[in-house]
């Protein structure tokens, strides 16, 4: 019988992917998992980043406050728009080369692969999700916020409070499409020597020549990631959205 | 005449060159219970926005307690967290239950303690009728029922003044009653209320003093008994004659 997992002598391609996954599963795995750290690190820094930002976007001048407040909210306003559009309209595979280089040539801070990879995927991120924060506080109706305003709730806790608990039910599926794109993206880090999925495809290939049955290797792994990360965040999403009932204080009934 | 509370001073707002109010001057005494009616576009929203200050006014001002509310947030806060303000569009926060809804902003803008939030929220929640409800959430709730949350969630910050802009406007006809009763109970508890209604009974019944605004201009500015029934305005009767008979 043909035991799937003692191939010798791989001739045919799915047999050259079964051999190679099987010989370098270490490499895979490692690469596999740096490919996830990156991806949720940078992902989860990203969306506190981008929420940051999508606030300071969104965030008005108050004309009567005193002229320090209004040129401090000003220059944040002016420095996260410039940020959005640099990183919005640059590649990440570009942004990646710059950042690291950049870190250790010009500013001689001696940074690894791995945190540079880390620092452009959640700029990356922020930059996209700045956008997608400040679409979500813009579709919740402007009434939810004068209700809080109009009792003295100051307009950052009335973005804490009211705007950004249902701003943030509204982008959940963005956001777990913002980790897919992530999980994928980080194969460009191979560019500045990242040990991630690619890079270790890319080292296998190169030892037999195998360059199409390493990278099948990888497809399949960041298929079978994606299609089940995706099946997580629709159930989690499926679950978020609440129960429709709710149960009568009876303990009060009697003063109606 | 008892003591005033907001005096509104020569207040003017524009919104680009469409002037919405023009110099109005209003006092609000402790216990009034004033009702603004005008036709639809006189400014009568704009100008109980502007005494909330969601609204900035082009000139003129905003006194409180003979102190003017000037345009830096955390004045803004201060004097809004002692008027309260209930919308059109109800303005419950969706996110939240009736009783979140009432606990909120007690416990972070006055900071009082869980268990006074908590009794204060009940106890207005029991006055307008909604305390079985308070682990519902706005969707689950009828127009009228969100009204007398809403008119709840004001009273629990034990406001000086409660302004209502056409709080009734929104309900389906069989529902306006509910509320209109809730705001005539509230009338007799000697809370100051100034009120944008287009219900001409309730102001004429309720009310202690009545204002008929036109093209953002105070037109006329009297007791209900003298306004409804002998209007000195000619724009204040063809109004009147017009509702009353429509
Ligand atoms: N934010 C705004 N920008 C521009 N114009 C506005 C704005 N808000 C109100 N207006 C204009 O100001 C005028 C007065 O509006 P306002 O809402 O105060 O009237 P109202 O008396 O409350 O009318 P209604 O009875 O229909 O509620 C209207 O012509 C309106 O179009
Ligand atoms: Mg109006």
Redesign the pocket.
Known sequence: MLNLFSIENPEKSWEWMIFLAKKYSDMFWEGTKLTLFIAILGTLLGFVLGYVVGIIQDAKINQGDNIIKKLFVRLLKIIASIYVEIFRDTPMIVQAMIIYFGIRMQAHIDITPVSAGILVTVLNTGAYMAETVRGGIGSIDLGQREGAWAMGMSPMKTMLYIVLPQAFKNIIPEMANTFLTNLKMTSVLNVIAVQELFMAAKTVGGNYYKYFESYLVIAVIYFVLCFAFNKVFIYIEKKMQGKNDYALAVEYMDNQ | MSETIISIQDLSKS?GD?E?LRKIDIDVHVGEIICIV?S????????LRCINKLERQTSGKIMFYGKEIRDAQKEINEYRSKVGMVFQSFNLFNNMTVLENCMLCTRKVLHLPKAEAFDRAITHLKAVGMAPFINAKPAQLSGGQKQRVAIARSLCMNPEVLLFD?PTSALDPEMVGEVLNVMKQLATTGLTMVI?THEMAFARDVSTRTIF?DRGYVAEDAPPSELFSNPKNPRTREFLSRYLAG
């Open positions: 919104f469409h919405v005008g639809s576009g006189s400014g009568k929203s704009t100008l056409e944008v605004m």
